[in-house]
């Protein structure tokens, strides 16, 4: 079983930064793409930014230019650095992978979550 474990989550006041951290843990053969996810109360989840296994990477427009997502293929393990927040960043976030268990076994792993809090 594949488990996702996230951190560095927690209160920073407008225009600070957090980075927050999700590692991958269990038996599996790669990852492929890795992401971040966020969802506010009464809002849905949204994508906020993935990285492919070669590195190219994607952002929600809200956070270009403030938010950078990296991995370390080594670690299993995807980061979100994130600068400049702004109080509408205020959610829980999600990790998400697409995990290789084997040569005919591909699943979609997603984290528990961590509250990134904004205050303004």
């Known amino acids: 079983q594949v488990e996702l474990v996230e951190s560095g989550g927690g209160l920073v006041q407008a225009g600070g930064s957090l980075r927050l951290s999700c590692a991958a843990s269990?038996?599996?053969?790669?990852?492929?793409?890795m992401g971040w996810y966020r969802q506010a109360p009464g809002n849905q989840r949204e994508l906020v930014a993935a990285i492919t296994g070669g590195g190219s990477t994607n952002y929600t427009h809200s956070v270009k230019g403030r938010f950078t997502i990296s991995r370390d293929n080594a670690k299993n393990t995807v980061y979100l650095q994130m600068n400049s927040l702004e109080p509408e960043d205020t959610a829980v976030y999600y990790c998400?992978?697409?995990?290789?268990?084997?040569?005919?076994?591909?699943?979609?792993?997603w984290g528990k979550g961590t509250q990134v809090t904004v205050a303004s």
């Open positions: 269990g038996r599996f053969f790669s990852i492929t793409t």
């Open positions: 998400n992978a697409n995990i290789i268990i084997s040569l005919l076994r591909r699943e979609v792993t």
